[in-house]
């Protein structure tokens, strides 16, 4: 009996977890249609409905994502699936942009992709790139003729920080896809690892931070317009 309490309860988990879901992607939509970004609450709500809190990005880190999805040009790469994926889809489609995701697991590759509505899969290409050595750290393995250039936007919640050198191979692998002007959206630069990476980028990149946020930084490698 304690088997099915435990079922019931899950069931009913799943079911209000799903509601909340809805609630927060009709507001989410809402918000797009006015051409706004939507309240941080609504973002908290998403998160919460989508059901993997342990990894699923802040609220902060996916406002300040659409904060600065339409300041920038050019293609989007996002490095690890997820919400942000959606998200990302969704005020990209406004634009005729695409989105580029990288995932190292094949199974969330998939679940990621089962959870975009079907409109907005003709704009997000989430691609299964199991992580391989570059000798002095690991990354994504990738295919060039798949990655869309030039890439002006890039989103950075990936590959895990157990990963040998951590985010750090976005830098070296694809720093000549990158257009002038490149915006990076790097998560979880409270940690040490991370903070130490921004600081590699700014030496081997000439990239200048232009955001710092709790959890998050912002770099923009080179620009053709200062005032960005």
Known sequence: MLSLARKARY????AARQIEFRLGWSAFQRSLRSGRTPRLSVLEQLARGWGNQAWCASAGFLEAMLEWLPKTHASILECGSGLSTLLLAAGASTGAREV???EHDPDWAAYTTRRLPQRLRERVSVCNAPLRSYGDFD????DPGVIP????YV????????TR?????????LRSYFQPGCVILLDDTQRDGERAIVARWQAELGATVIQEGETFTVLRVGSPNPAI
Do not use: N, T
């Open 139 to 142: 990354w994504y393995s990738i």
């Open 155 to 162: 989103v950075c919640d990936g590959p895990p920080s157990i």
């Open 149 to 152: 250039q030039p890439i002006g």
């Open 100 to 102: 580029h995701s990288l």
């Open 165 to 173: 050198g951590g985010r750090y191979g976005l830098g070296p692998v």
């Open 11 to 14: 069931r009913a988990k799943e």
